[in-house]
């Protein structure tokens, strides 16, 4: 059974920094490229950020040079850094896998981020 379960959301003030964390079982993690993507009520959800097999990473323009997405393969662990968290990055995160040599595409359950003071 497929599983990606994501942890480490939370309630922050602006300016400071969360850690996200997503497990994944089931898959061969290194062959799935992987992502951070985020929904708030009544809008689709948007792409934060993206790092294929290779480790080639890929970011939303309002997420630039204050996230940061890696990968640990040994583990089969995905993370997303934010620092600088600002109001508007208020969101469910969810943690998406999309094989490249199998016909699949994985998500998590999300976990809420709330950034307010």
């Known amino acids: 059974q497929v599983q990606l379960v994501e942890s480490g959301g939370g309630l922050v003030q602006p300016g400071e920094s969360l850690r996200l964390s997503c497990a994944a079982s089931?898959?061969?993690?290194?062959?799935?490229?992987m992502g951070w993507y985020r929904q708030t009520p009544g809008k689709q959800r948007e792409l934060v950020a993206t790092?294929?097999?290779?480790?080639?990473?890929n970011y939303a323009e309002s997420v630039k040079g204050r996230f940061t997405i890696s990968r640990d393969n040994a583990k089969n662990m995905l993370y997303l850094q934010m620092n600088s968290l600002k109001p508007e990055d208020t969101a469910v995160y969810y943690c998406?896998?999309?094989?490249?040599?199998?016909?699949?595409?994985?998500w998590g359950q999300g976990t809420q981020v709330t950034v307010s003071s």
């Open positions: 998406n896998g999309v094989g490249t040599f199998v016909l699949s595409n994985y």
């Open positions: 089931g898959i061969i993690f290194n062959i799935y490229n």
């Open positions: 790092i294929t097999t290779t480790g080639n990473t």
